[in-house]
């Protein structure tokens, strides 16, 4: 079956074109582009005048593993959401699972280093379940410096998953900001030798903690530069909070000397985790310049009242996810800030989105619209259209080239060395892959909240993820399962 969308605004940020066209579909994939394509009998054909039609969002920066969550996804304009921060372990259950489950959207995962060295510095056997690696993060035994022996036994771990299709390695070295700096010297040799990237939680600043054993924002650069490898540095906003003008700095220095390092960065004031994660001690928070009060339990809403209450919860359940308010979306200077993560060049929009919980302990629904009382970051549901309303409708800092460029074709540039699969994503001319979106450029914006984070963006009319549509005049299909999965191929 063809589908011929017709007289829309198309938008390729592979080619720089921008203009009033056609778009033939055929088995997944783009077969013309153009004015005044001919449509065939027994084509679909669909008016998308005075719509926005360009290549799906690719999210590098997605723990969403549940239909649930990929629904919220879709109706935000995201293709392909792959977890490439944290990873996960066994990668071949990883996806495997996702398969038999089925998913709205691509999927791919990269290995996970947290995971590795649990298991064999705590014994702690990886299930490739985000929920049980969430409650690792707390777990301090993991969180050392490795002996030799050790090294060589969770890297040999890494490098098998490597050769198993991870689509690199997920580093989340701010869990564990203490370790040996050698160790993740020695981590970017083996991902340079694989022809691998690196995503990284950047340990902490000096700004925050002066006794770190280095600079988190100029580690990565420094170890890019030392070892060649293509280091990613996650969610820039979150991590650098107020110092996040040094931290661009420091990157924009690094890469200009060389350094293969590229950005992310997600358009909320607060993020979300476990509350055992190293850096929500209250000891950690103070040097942020952070309370207690900044963090409030996601399940339950609870914000905390005080030091002595957040050591309970941390030790009670250290995989609870909570929000950390790290930036005051009120007040101009921190919007400011935010704005600057977003603007630097060639950053790319990353959700860092987590899994919808309800209060039955569950984190998966097939029903739609989803059963009320779900629990998650409001960037699950909002990164793009809340980044494209601030960036393009609001402020008019990014064309919609531009906005394409850094939402899809950007990120899918960032996997062409570990994934030959990807060299076909993130555009839209001929021999391109059918993940595309058709958005309202007059209405497109979020509509999740922090106390109501599960509402559907508005404004995008009709997605397809290869060639299948998934909305469809702004409703959701629920019958649609078409997403496949994004494998490394090791040298």
């Given amino acids: 079956m063809r589908t011929l969308l017709r007289g829309g605004r198309v938008i390729d940020p592979a080619t720089g074109f921008d203009g009033m066209a056609d778009v033939l579909v ?31 969002f690719i999210d590098l920066h997605s723990h969403v593993h549940t239909i649930a969550g990929q629904r919220l996804q879709a109706m935000d304009g995201v293709t392909t959401a792959l977890d490439l921060e944290a990873g996960l372990m066994p990668i071949e259950r990883a996806y495997a699972e996702a398969a038999a489950a089925g998913r709205p959207l691509h999927y791919g995962f990269s290995a996970s280093w947290g995971a590795a060295r649990a298991q064999v510095l705590a014994g702690i056997e990886p299930d490739a379940n985000i929920d049980s690696g969430l409650a690792v993060l707390g777990n301090p ?36 900001p203490d370790t040996d700096p050698g160790e993740f010297l020695a981590l970017a040799r083996l991902a340079k030798e694989a022809g691998a990237p690196t995503y990284t939680h950047v340990r902490e ?22 070892t060649g490898a293509a280091m990613h540095h996650c969610h820039v906003n979150s991590t650098s909070g107020h110092q996040i003008e040094r931290v661009l700095a420091a990157l924009e220095a690094g890469r200009a000397a060389g350094s293969r390092v590229t950005v992310e960065a997600y358009p909320y004031g607060a993020g979300s985790t476990a509350i055992g994660a190293a850096f929500l001690s209250p000891e950690r928070l103070k040097m942020k310049g952070l309370t207690p009060s900044s963090v409030i339990m996601l399940e339950s809403g609870e914000r905390i009242a005080d030091a002595g209450r957040l050591l309970q919860v941390r030790a009670e359940d250290p995989g609870a996810p909570c929000i950390l308010e790290f930036l005051d979306e009120s007040s ?65 800092a990014w064309t919609w080239l531009e906005a394409f ?49 599960t509402r559907p963006s508005v ?28 494998r490394g191929e090791p040298r």
């Avoid at 060049?345 to 209060?359: E, N, Q, T």
């Avoid at 839209?428 to 309202?440: C, K, M, N, S, Y």
């Fill in 405 to 453: 460029r850094r939402c899809s074709y950007l990120p899918a540039r960032v996997l062409d060395e570990v994934a030959p699969g990807a060299v076909a994503k993130g555009r839209l001319d001929v021999g391109a892959d059918a993940d595309i979106v058709v958005l309202d450029p007059e209405t497109i914006t979020d509509a999740a909240t922090y106390f109501d984070p």
């Fill in 141 to 176: 035994v993991w969180q050392r410096s490795s002996s030799p022996t050790e090294l060589a036994a969770w890297l040999s771990l890494v490098d098998g998953e490597l050769a198993a299709g991870a689509l690199g390695v997920g580093v989340l070295l701010g869990y564990a």
């Fill in 332 to 396: 101009p200077r921190d919007l400011g800030l935010l704005h600057q993560a977003l603007a630097f060049p060639d950053a790319i929009v990353a959700s860092d989105a987590l899994p919808v919980y309800w209060k039955n302990g569950t984190s998966e629904s097939t029903e739609w619209p989803l059963p009320p009382g779900g629990a998650t970051h409001p960037r699950t549901s909002g990164t793009y259209a809340k980044t494209l309303r601030l960036m393009v409708r609001e402020s008019k």
């Fill in 459 to 486: 404004g995008v009319r009709h997605l397809f993820v290869s060639g299948v549509p998934v909305v469809t005049d702004g409703n959701l299909r629920t019958d649609a399962f078409p997403g496949k999965p994004l």
């Fill in 26 to 56: 055929s088995d997944g994939v783009v077969t013309a582009v153009g004015a005044g394509l001919t449509a065939e009998p027994g084509d679909v054909e669909i008016d998308v005048s005075g719509l926005v039609v360009g290549p799906g």
């Fill in 205 to 226: 600043l000096v700004e925050v903690n002066p006794e770190t054993p280095i600079d988190g924002s100029a580690e990565i650069a420094i170890v890019a530069a030392e």
